[in-house]
C-alpha cells in the first residue's frame, strides 16, 4: 500500500495552494479519505474527510476555504487551500482508512508528510 502526496509548498497570505495524493494497493472506492496537518509544537489534527459517498467534513478553522475531493477512476485524493493563512502552516498528511484485497479489516494507511508555509 502506498499513498504518494504532491503539492504544498509556500505561500503568501490569502494565497492557494493544492494536494494531490495518490493511493494505490487498497480498495480506493469504499475507502475513507482524510487530510491531517502538524503544526510545529502541536499535535496533528484531522482538517477534512470525505467518505467513499462523497459526503465531505471540515474543521472550522478551513470551512469555507478548503475544499477536499475525490476522484475513484484516478485513486486520487485532493484538497484545495484557498485564502491561506499563517495559522494554516503545518506540514500535511494524506490518510486513508481502507482494506486491501489481500486484507478484509480496515486498516489506517498514511502518506508521506509535505510542509505548507503560508508567510504574511
Known amino acids: 500500500v502506498q499513498l504518494q502526496a504532491f503539492g504544498g509548498g509556500l505561500a503568501r497570505l490569502g494565497g492557494s495552494l493544492s494536494f494531490s495524493c495518490a493511493a494505490s494497493g487498497i480498495i480506493f472506492r469504499s475507502a475513507a479519505l482524510r487530510w491531517h496537518r502538524q503544526a510545529p509544537g502541536k499535535q496533528r489534527e484531522l482538517v477534512a474527510t470525505?467518505?467513499?459517498?462523497?459526503?465531505?467534513w471540515y474543521i472550522d478553522s478551513v470551512k469555507g476555504r478548503f475544499t477536499i475531493s475525490r476522484d475513484n477512476d484516478k485513486n486520487m485524493v485532493y484538497l484545495q487551500m484557498n485564502a491561506l493563512q499563517p495559522g494554516d502552516t503545518a506540514v500535511y498528511y494524506c490518510?486513508?482508512?481502507?482494506?486491501?484485497?489481500?486484507?478484509?479489516?480496515?486498516?489506517?494507511?498514511w502518506g508521506q508528510g509535505t510542509q505548507v508555509t503560508v508567510s504574511s
Open positions: 470525505i467518505s467513499s459517498g462523497g459526503n465531505t
Open positions: 490518510n486513508a482508512v481502507a482494506r486491501t484485497r489481500s486484507r478484509g479489516s480496515w486498516t489506517s494507511y
